[in-house]
């Protein structure tokens, strides 16, 4: 990727999905109307190979750590938010990649979260999503349920779910980013700045090299799910996500529109990581709930957290099988 060609910005007014519909009229009628429909049953045989991922305590998850309130950076519940996860990492390997970062409103200190699972074979697969919400220039009631603490739930319960399991394959690196939201307006210079500290940390040293792919979860947790294709991803994991989803029936959540966003795999891509965002930028009619005080708890659904956990889970063992 040519860092010069910058995507889209996610922090520009919100857009309306125009691209073409990629499934079926019939498949997309599922799980779009009201909420998620009942899932597809998987084989015994291919459900006895693949941990369930539980959504339900994701959500739960999510709730306590959105229970800290408005998480800018420098903030209050910033710091809150920050106490909660290391006492939620407390017992794993946790790195803290802590910089000061030049922003629209002077020095700012920021953390990266890191933990690190060990697998059978050399390279790691990189689970990531950014926990801070947006600079308040207006409003400082805005909690970010599921811009922010939805893809924090799902990867604390990641964690759970790999903590005390042999992983047969990469090694799976949960991080954690800061300060993805833009202080002012969404720039190459005031966006992704927990992403773009540590991707060129990892390029200095060496570790972006160990990277077989990174799965990006932002805005994950909607109850209406609507994952959508970007165009910015690496096509050949975009397709193996899109083979995940099949496993139990999920594609109808999966990639009925398309678009080009911004968001914290940019960095990453620009270093020739593959990498896919997967991201629901369609969040209540015409994205009317996203970085306002609507974006609460009760418009997230632990249905969705399990489709999406279940896809990324797949993913990563489909990545073991293929690369």
């Known amino acids: ?21 990629l499934l079926a009229a019939a498949a997309l009628s599922l799980g779009l ?10 084989a015994p045989d291919a459900m006895a190979s693949l941990p369930r ?30 106490a909660f996860l290391e006492r ?11 910089f000061t970062a030049d922003t629209p409103f002077g020095q700012k200190r920021m953390t990266n979260f ?7 074979r050399d390279g790691a697969i990189v689970l990531a999503g950014h926990y801070d919400t947006n600079y308040p220039l207006k409003d400082t009631s805005y909690v970010g349920a599921n ?25 799976i690196w949960i991080v954690l980013f800061d300060g993805e939201e833009a202080f002012k307006d969404w720039t190459d210079k005031d966006s992704v700045y927990g992403s773009r500290q540590l991707a060129q940390k990892w390029h200095a040293d060496g570790e972006i090299k160990k990277i077989k792919a990174l799965l990006l979860a932002d805005m994950i947790g909607d109850k209406d799910l609507d994952v959508e294709r970007d ?50 930028f369609d969040y209540g009619y015409e994205n009317a709930f996203w970085h306002t005080p609507q974006d609460t708890m009760d418009k997230l659904s632990a249905s969705s957290l399990t489709v999406v ?8 063992r489909l990545i073991d099988q293929t690369h």
């Open 53 to 82: 991922f539980d959504g339900a305590r994701a959500l739960h998850y999510a709730a306590e750590f959105v229970a800290a309130g408005p998480r800018w950076v420098g903030s209050p519940g910033h710091a809150r938010s920050e």
């Open 114 to 120: 890191i933990v690190r699972f060990p697998g059978t």
């Open 147 to 171: 811009d922010g603490g939805s893809s924090t739930g799902l990867l604390l319960e990641m964690a759970d779910s790999l903590r005390h399991r042999k992983i047969e394959g990469y090694s």
């Open 88 to 98: 939620e990492f407390a017992g794993d390997p946790l790195e803290k990649d802590t």
């Open 309 to 316: 956990g279940d896809v990324m889970l797949e993913t990563i």
């Open 231 to 280: 165009l910015n991803s690496t096509p050949w994991l975009v397709n193996l996500v899109g083979q995940a989803a099949a496993k139990y029936g999920d594609q109808s959540y999966f990639f009925a529109h398309e678009d080009q966003v911004g968001d914290d795999h940019g960095p990453f891509l620009a270093y020739g990581v593959p990498c896919v965002d997967l991201i629901d």
């Open 33 to 42: 109307a009201l909420g998620l429909a009942p899932r597809g049953d998987a």
């Open 1 to 21: 990727m040519n860092p010069a060609a910058a995507p889209s910005p996610r922090a520009a007014a919100p857009r309306r999905k125009s691209a073409p519909r």
